[in-house]
């Protein structure tokens, strides 16, 4: 660890030969890598919920059914938006594990979702609701016993980034690329209680390949389910 004193960001990179820079300070951790930088915030997910406050629909929660109690596992945990939504809705009483492969991902998510303030205090109730872990989500499946969760859910990095998130640019580069493979899939059948829920473009040529029949297709995105 370096103290920077009074140096810039390009005198630190200077000082010690090194692009990429993890920032700490009393607010928050950054993670700077050539001209991007990467912080915690609860992008969608506060406007999300502060939607279902209003007794609007999200369109994620329907499909996957979450609701007050229940146990999800979300296996690409990536900026933890859709964990943190899901964790509003499955209320105190509920559980929601959000994994993620990147170290410094997951790192960087799981300090910001401690520490991280906003002044809807249920945004940071269900911020600090959710347990973050770092691990590589196919693995971690084969251990949990059957029916464990309520609902497995994947958001696979997709092969290309539209053209409205480029902000997302640094984030594709640290979490995994590896397309989700259909044993992985068996075993998020295998834990799941209701169903195993997975995002995708609005082809959703990926769903069917991996076995999702049950399709919800708008917009840009596209939902699969496979219900138990």
Request: hydrophobic share 40%.
């Amino acid at each position: 660890m370096l103290r920077r004193g009074g140096l810039s960001i390009a005198e630190v990179r200077d000082s010690t030969g090194r692009e990429n820079l993890i920032v700490v300070t009393t607010e928050q951790v950054r993670l700077v890598a050539g001209g991007s930088v990467f912080w915690f915030h609860p992008n969608m997910a506060r406007s999300r919920i502060e939607a279902m406050l209003r007794s609007e629909y999200d369109r994620l929660v329907e499909f996957a059914g979450v609701t007050t109690g229940d146990r999800v596992f979300d296996a690409t945990g990536g900026l933890g938006s859709d964990a943190i939504v899901f964790a509003h809705a499955a209320g105190q009483s509920g559980h929601v594990c959000a994994v993620e492969r990147s170290e410094i991902l997951s790192a960087i998510v799981r300090h910001g979702s401690r520490y991280y303030e906003h002044r809807n205090r249920e945004v940071i109730k269900a911020m600090r609701r959710v347990m973050f872990t770092c691990d590589d989500s196919s693995e971690l499946l084969k251990t949990e016993a059957d029916r464990t969760w309520d609902v497995v859910y994947f958001d696979p990095m997709f092969d290309v980034t539209y053209k409205t998130s480029q902000g997302l640019d640094l984030v594709r580069r640290l979490a995994s690329l590896e397309p989700v493979r259909p044993g992985v899939i068996d075993q998020a059948c295998r834990v799941a209680r209701r169903c195993v829920v997975m995002k995708d473009r609005e082809e959703g040529e990926r769903l069917k390949a991996l076995g999702f029949r049950d399709i919800s297709q708008r917009g840009k995105l596209a939902y699969g389910r496979i219900t138990m």
